[in-house]
């Protein structure tokens, strides 16, 4: 008899041992790489729901304008950026053409106007004046705007380096010319 017990107390024993390890194990692997069974339910909704609303908040932010952007423009940058078309273009009043145009009161001029400057046929054939719209196009990507010109430039890709540069450009000239309205 006492030594049933003993065998009956032995068997309960390592029966309780390796629940208590397989639930400590189970609770481990739950903690270090979250697989656990029962913390599935609770690991995955959680994150779940800020991020689709997060999602749903920068789906809704429209694009920035041209005006807008234009509006919080810096010419002391947009003068920056110019730097990196001198090499082709003088900006000053009466300056000479060089390998691209005089760029001097170049907002709201005829496109490919200015005078003695040899264009190529595609800007040339382009209809129409400079308003920011167009100086926007062409200053993003040249060959999008007029495929065959002669400007060998890959644009500036940022919107907001490009509303300094036209606000710039517009300083260099007629500074008073009207902004665009929202
Ligand atoms: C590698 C030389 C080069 C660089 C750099 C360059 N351009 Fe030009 N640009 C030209 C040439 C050449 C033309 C004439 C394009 C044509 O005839 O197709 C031109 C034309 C233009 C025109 C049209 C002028 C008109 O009279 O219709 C504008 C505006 C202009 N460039 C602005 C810029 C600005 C702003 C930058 C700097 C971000 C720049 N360019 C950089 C060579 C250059």
Redesign the pocket.
């Known amino acids: 008899m006492k030594f049933d017990m003993f065998e009956f107390n032995k068997i309960a024993g390592a029966v309780l041992f390796t629940i208590l390890i397989g639930f400590g194990v189970s609770e481990l692997s739950g903690i270090l790489i979250n697989t656990g069974g029962h913390q599935d339910a609770v690991a995955y909704p959680v994150p779940d729901i800020p991020e689709s609303g997060a999602v749903a908040v920068v789906e809704d932010t429209p694009a920035v304008s041209l005006a807008t952007l234009l509006a919080n423009a810096d010419v002391a940058k947009g003068e920056k950026?110019?730097k990196?078309?001198t090499?082709?273009?003088s900006i000053n009043e009466g300056g000479a053409n060089?390998?691209?145009?005089n760029?001097f009161g170049?907002l709201d001029?005829?496109?490919?106007?200015?005078d003695g400057?040899?264009?190529?046929a595609?800007?040339?054939a382009i209809e129409g004046n400079?308003t920011y719209d167009a100086?926007d196009a062409?200053?993003t990507k040249?060959k999008d705007f007029?495929a065959?010109?002669?400007?060998?430039?890959a644009?500036?890709k940022k919107d907001t380096d490009r509303a300094s540069?036209i606000l710039y450009?517009r300083s260099q000239g007629d500074a008073e010319a009207p902004l665009p309205a929202e």
């Open positions: 950026t110019f990196k078309c090499a082709c273009h060089k390998v691209g145009p760029l170049v001029s005829d496109i490919a106007g200015h400057f040899s264009y190529s595609d800007l040339a400079w100086l062409f200053l040249p007029a065959g010109t002669k400007m060998s430039f644009g500036i540069l450009l």
